[in-house]
């Protein structure tokens, strides 16, 4: 969404909106919506023959989500706040396109977005499903407004989540192309992105706040190759780029949580890329690392 995209990326987008869109009719999605908004009880749409039926097909490969089975500990109130009607349709699209198989457990939660762990036909995934109840994005628009490539963007909410879904798996898409770990996306459909997860069955990987860093110096110095490559080949830039945003895993750090990331075309792009670097020089100099902000953004320009 950032930038034009490589004729590989559209290609793979293209067969990702194929494979949602094969079965589904835009038309009776419009009725669906319209409908649902009119609803005072959010769940009473499914009494309806058409959604039970279809719940009760995946329900019992939702147990993560729902509070069942082995996952019993599970706060039932994670699937109250995130599977409206929209998302358990994306869901149950993914689901039977072969992207999920079931949902296990929660990684993470926020205002914006949940995070769980899931199983798929190819292994271990993470599904993060991006809220649409309410207008938690509004904080989120000055990476958007000033792109020209969003011009005319309707603001009703449901509308720019699915836009801002679609820029997260581009910026993953464009950041790997160029061997910047972070997380591949698999799939996506609406408001729901598969990708990589990084962790074991225990839990998800550390965020590198919580971990103790025998030597910080060699970290701090992938992390500021990381934001020049970023940069300078992928002509993007983070924008929230901190300790927060990073996980410790596989003995190395791994960027996640790129949706905000912006072009270099962006109004605010350089500010962003100051920013980035300005947090990674203050953890690296509250661990010990002697490095100044200018040597340092020195290093990602030239």
């Known amino acids: 969404m950032d930038a034009p995209p490589s004729s590989t990326e559209v290609d793979i987008e293209a067969e990702n909106i194929a494979l949602a869109e094969e079965k589904w009719k835009e038309d009776e999605e419009i009725a669906h919506h319209k409908e649902m908004d009119k609803k005072e009880d959010s769940w009473s749409w499914m009494k309806e023959k058409r959604f039970s039926n279809m719940f009760k097909e995946i329900e019992h ?3 993560g989500v729902l ?9 039932r109130r994670v699937f109250d706040q995130v599977f409206d009607q929209r998302t358990l349709l994306a869901v149950y699209k993914l689901m039977q396109q072969g992207h999920i198989d079931t949902l296990d457990w929660p990684i ?22 991006f809220h649409t109840s309410n207008a938690v994005f509004k904080g989120l628009m000055q990476y958007i407004e000033g792109d020209p490539r969003f011009g005319g963007l309707r603001r009703r909410h449901h509308e720019l989540v699915n836009i801002w879904v679609r820029k997260e798996h581009r910026n993953m898409m464009r950041m790997a ?17 598969v990708m990589d997860y ?15 860093v025998d030597d910080p ?3 701090f110095d992938e ?4 934001i020049r490559v970023c940069w300078k080949d992928a002509e993007l830039v983070h924008a929230d780029f ?48 002697d490095v100044e902000v200018p040597e340092a953004m020195a290093h990602v320009l030239y």
């Open 242 to 289: 901190s300790e927060y945003n990073i996980l410790w895993h596989d003995d190395g750090p791994r960027v996640i949580d790129v949706g905000q990331a912006v072009a270099k075309g962006h109004p605010h792009a350089e500010e962003f890329l100051v920013r980035d670097v300005t947090r990674l020089v203050e953890w690296a100099r509250r661990h010990g690392v």
């Open 67 to 75: 509070g069942t089975g082995r996952f019993e500990w599970v706060d």
């Open 217 to 219: 110096e060699p970290i």
């Open 198 to 212: 990084f962790g074991d069955e225990e839990g998800p990987s550390p965020r590198l706040r919580d971990v103790d």
């Open 61 to 63: 490969r939702l147990e």
């Open 177 to 193: 192309k160029q061997g910047l770990k972070v997380p591949e996306p698999h799939a996506l459909f609406r408001n729901v992105l």
């Open 108 to 129: 993470a939660r926020g205002k914006e977005a949940h995070v769980f762990h899931a199983t798929t036909p190819n292994g271990v995934a993470a599904v993060k499903i």
């Open 223 to 226: 992390l500021l190759e990381w």
